[in-house]
């Protein structure tokens, strides 16, 4: 079975005023089956949001990008705006914006929002909107009775509720769930990640981009670690999360910072993806570093460093 989104060596590039190139995603190669969920986590900055807009043609003009993200046959990167309008957003791809208030009209109740998507995703008779409206904040839990508010008078996680209920409407093939669970508490970081869930295991793909790792294990097939705009490390959850653990010392030093665990930050900060430094991006930060780390490391067998056998054995 072919899988609903291929991705094969997607860059982006960002051309600034002054000439310089920032390289915010580079050579990312990955594909997400149907029933899957693919977590891609990673510090604030290395570039996850970043293909997520690319996939949907949400860049800026500056933006130029490299390689191919195929689903249905549509390649997303090659794609005019008439295209990824009418037949891609919302339809092949749903999207949960990391920044929900900025998606939402302000002078447009939720309401108003829901049923228009209703009627244009899910060809909603006029005379059931009303319904349907509450039956599609439910399933985000979106309280029903706030559905005639305007977006400036939603809480930031109310907002990102709003935002993930819309996103489900269309039952896209592919779910693009951007930080989803911010502004929630953990009962409904807990819900709004197994209705997520519950939409790839209805046969659909789920890219969730997170920092809740609690998030990504509670409902992920699959890790993939950003760091400086690349994937360094391709692994199963089960694998990651639990034993052997992650193989790329970043992705060890992800899960060691969490408090249920040994609470310990990795040192040092991440490089600025308009500086990035020759050879490893993250050898400044790694107790591994050697001479060998001076060149970028391939990314092979789902891991992207000179040290995987020595990183497996610690």
Sequence with gaps: MSPVLSVRDLSVRFRMRSGRHIAAVTGVSFDLA?????????????????????????LPGNAQTAGTAVIDGVDLLAADERTLARTVRGRRVGLVPQSPAAHLTPV????????????????????????????AAERAAFPPGLLD???????????????????????????????????????????????LRRHADDGRALLMITHDLAAAERIADRVAVMYAG?????????????????????????????????????????????????????????????????VVPRFEGGLACHHSEETVRA
């Design 34 to 58: 149907a029933g899957e969920c693919l977590a891609l986590v990673g510090e604030s900055g290395c570039g996850k949001s970043v293909l997520a807009s690319a996939l949907l043609g949400l």
């Design 108 to 135: 447009r109740t939720v309401r108003a929002h829901v049923e228009e998507t209703l009627r244009e995703l899910a060809g909603t008779p006029r005379a059931e909107l009303r319904d349907a409206a509450v039956a």
């Design 230 to 294: 690349r994937i360094v490390e391709l692994a199963g959850a089960d694998r990651f999360f639990g034993d052997p653990g992650p193989r790329h010392p970043y992705a060890r030093g992800l899960l060691a910072a969490l408090p249920e665990r040994d609470f310990t930050p990795i040192p040092g900060m991440p490089p600025e993806l308009g500086d990035l430094p020759d050879g490893c991006a993250f050898a400044a930060r790694c107790d591994r570093a050697s001479d060998a780390c001076a």
């Design 149 to 195: 508010h305007y977006p400036h008078e939603l809480s930031g996680g109310q907002a990102q509720r709003a935002a993930t209920a819309l996103a489900l409407i269309g039952d896209a093939p592919l779910l693009l769930a951007d930080e989803p669970t911010t502004g929630l508490d953990r009962d409904l970081v807990d819900r709004t990640a197994d209705e």
